[in-house]
C-alpha cells in the first residue's frame, strides 16, 4: 500500500509540474494574466506580473513567472550589481503564489484572455519550450525586459499579427522616471536613491513596463477586432493597514539638519576667522565618494538606467581627493581655481535640469545650497597659499 500511495503521489507531481509539449489544453482552459500590486520593500515596490494556465479537464493550474532568479548564482553580488545578473522564467502552482502574496498583504487581479483553444495550446508550448533548461534564462533590463513586459512581448509573438496592443494607454509625454515616481513617496530615500542613481536616459518617453501598466495596456488591447481580455476579476484584496511614516528619519529632515548645521559652522568660522577642517574634509570626501560611484554605476555595469548621470557633475569624484588637500592648515593655492570649477558645475547641474535634460531630486537643492555655503567661504579664506586658516 504505501508503494501505491508513493506511485500516485509521483502521478500527481507530473501531471501537475512535468507538462510535455505533447499535451493540448482542453476546450475548458483558461489563459490569464495576473497583476500583483506593489509590497512594502524596494524591490517589491513596482508589482509583478505573471501567466496562469488553468485547465481542470488535465489537473493544470500553474503560473509562469519571469521574475524568478538564483541567489546561489556564482558571484551572485557581482553580477547583480553591474548588471549582468540572468533571470529566468519559473513554474510554481496557482496556489503557492497566492498564499505568499496574501502573506505580503498585496492585492492580485486576474485578466482573463480572450483566446481560442489554438491560441492557448500555441501560448501553452510557447511557455513550456521557454521553461526548457536552454531558454529559460534571458538578460534582465528593468525597463525593457523585465517579468512584465515579457508577457505582451511573448503573446505577440504566439499570436502574430492577430494581437493589437495599445500604446496610448500612458499620458502624453510621460518620461520613465515619471512613471517610477507613481509608485514611491516624494520623501523617501528611495525615491531619492532611484534619482541618484539613475541617469538622464531615463527621461525620456515611456513605454509599459510596469506591471500596472501592462495591465492597462492588455485592457484596451484586442485580438482579431474583439477585446483582448473578456473577464477581469479580483482574485486578492489589499487588507487596510496603517502605513505608518517616521518624518525625522525622512531624507527632508536629515538634508535639513545638514544645511543647518553648515550654515552655523560656517558662520562660527566666519565670527571667530577660522576655518573647520574637518566639516570641509567630511563634505568633500561625501560629494567625491558619491560621485566616484555614480561613475562606476555609468561605466563598469552593464546597467542602462545609470548610463549619462549628470548627477556627476555636482557630487564631484575628484573631492575625494582635494578633501585630504582641505584637510591642511593651508590648502595649495590652486584650490580657489578649483572651486570655481565646481561652481561651473553646479551652473551645469542647474541647466541641465531647466532645460529637463535630466531630472533630478528636489532633494538635492538642500545638498547644492550646503555646498555652495562651504564653496563660497573657501573662496574667502584661501586667496593664497601663505594665508594662515
Request: glycine share 4%; proline share 5%.
Given at each position: 500500500m504505501p508503494f501505491k500511495k508513493y506511485v500516485l503521489v509521483f502521478i500527481v507531481v507530473c501531471g501537475t509540474f512535468g507538462f510535455s509539449q505533447q499535451i493540448t489544453l482542453s476546450p475548458l482552459s483558461k489563459i490569464s494574466v495576473l497583476t500583483v500590486g506593489p509590497g512594502t520593500e524596494l524591490y517589491s515596490k513596482f508589482g509583478h506580473s505573471a501567466i496562469r494556465i488553468k485547465d481542470l479537464t488535465l489537473g493544470i493550474d500553474a503560473v509562469y513567472n519571469y521574475g524568478m532568479f538564483d541567489f546561489d548564482t556564482p558571484n551572485f553580488y557581482m553580477k547583480f550589481s553591474r548588471g549582468q545578473l540572468d533571470y529566468r522564467l519559473g513554474r510554481q502552482r496557482f496556489d503557492g503564489f497566492m498564499s505568499s502574496y496574501e502573506l505580503e498583504n498585496r492585492w492580485v487581479r486576474e485578466q482573463v484572455l480572450n483566446l481560442s483553444v489554438t491560441e492557448m495550446n500555441a501560448v501553452f508550448q510557447f511557455l513550456e519550450n521557454n521553461y526548457l533548461p536552454n531558454n529559460r534564462y534571458y538578460k534582465y533590463d528593468f525597463f525593457f525586459d523585465n517579468c512584465t513586459t515579457r508577457i505582451p512581448s511573448a503573446l505577440k509573438k504566439v499570436l502574430n499579427g492577430k494581437l493589437h496592443l495599445d500604446d496610448q494607454t500612458l499620458k502624453k509625454g510621460e518620461t520613465f522616471r515619471q512613471l517610477i515616481h507613481q509608485n514611491l513617496e516624494v520623501n523617501s530615500w528611495s525615491n531619492f536613491g532611484i534619482d541618484l542613481a539613475l541617469g538622464s536616459v531615463i527621461d525620456k518617453k515611456g513605454t509599459p513596463f510596469l506591471p500596472v501598466n501592462v495591465y492597462e495596456q492588455l485592457k484596451h488591447s484586442t485580438i482579431s477586432g474583439t477585446a483582448l481580455v473578456y473577464v477581469d476579476t479580483e482574485l486578492l484584496?489589499?487588507?487596510?493597514?496603517?502605513?505608518?511614516?517616521?518624518?525625522?528619519?525622512?531624507?527632508?529632515?536629515?538634508?535639513?539638519?545638514?544645511?543647518?548645521?553648515?550654515?552655523?559652522?560656517?558662520?562660527?568660522?566666519?565670527?571667530?576667522?577660522?576655518?573647520?577642517?574637518?566639516?570641509?574634509?567630511?563634505?568633500?570626501?561625501?560629494?567625491?565618494?558619491?560621485?566616484?560611484?555614480?561613475?562606476?554605476?555609468?561605466?563598469?555595469?552593464?546597467?542602462?538606467?545609470?548610463?549619462?548621470?549628470?548627477?556627476?557633475?555636482?557630487?564631484?569624484?575628484?573631492?575625494?581627493?582635494?578633501?585630504?588637500?582641505?584637510?591642511?592648515?593651508?590648502?595649495?593655492?590652486?584650490?580657489?581655481?578649483?572651486?570655481?570649477?565646481?561652481?561651473?558645475?553646479?551652473?551645469?547641474?542647474?541647466?541641465?535640469?531647466?532645460?529637463?535634460?535630466?531630472?533630478?531630486?528636489?532633494?538635492?537643492?538642500?545638498?547644492?545650497?550646503?555646498?555652495?555655503?562651504?564653496?563660497?567661504?573657501?573662496?574667502?579664506?584661501?586667496?593664497?597659499?601663505?594665508e594662515k586658516l
Open positions: 484584496k489589499e487588507r487596510p493597514m496603517e502605513k505608518k511614516s517616521n518624518f525625522f528619519l525622512s531624507p527632508l529632515f536629515w538634508f535639513s539638519i545638514m544645511l543647518l548645521s553648515i550654515l552655523a559652522m560656517t558662520f562660527y568660522d566666519l565670527k571667530n576667522d577660522r576655518r573647520s577642517r574637518w566639516l570641509d574634509f567630511i563634505l568633500f570626501l561625501i560629494s567625491g565618494a558619491v560621485g566616484l560611484l555614480i561613475l562606476l554605476l555609468w561605466f563598469v555595469t552593464d546597467h542602462q538606467a545609470t548610463k549619462l548621470n549628470f548627477n556627476a557633475l555636482w557630487a564631484f569624484a575628484p573631492n575625494m581627493i582635494v578633501a585630504f588637500y582641505l584637510f591642511r592648515k593651508t590648502p595649495p593655492i590652486w584650490i580657489k581655481k578649483y572651486i570655481f570649477i565646481l561652481f561651473g558645475l553646479m551652473g551645469l547641474t542647474v541647466i541641465l535640469w531647466i532645460f529637463q535634460i535630466q531630472i533630478f531630486s528636489p532633494l538635492i537643492i538642500f545638498l547644492l545650497l550646503g555646498l555652495s555655503i562651504r564653496y563660497l567661504y573657501l573662496l574667502r579664506v584661501v586667496p593664497n597659499s601663505e
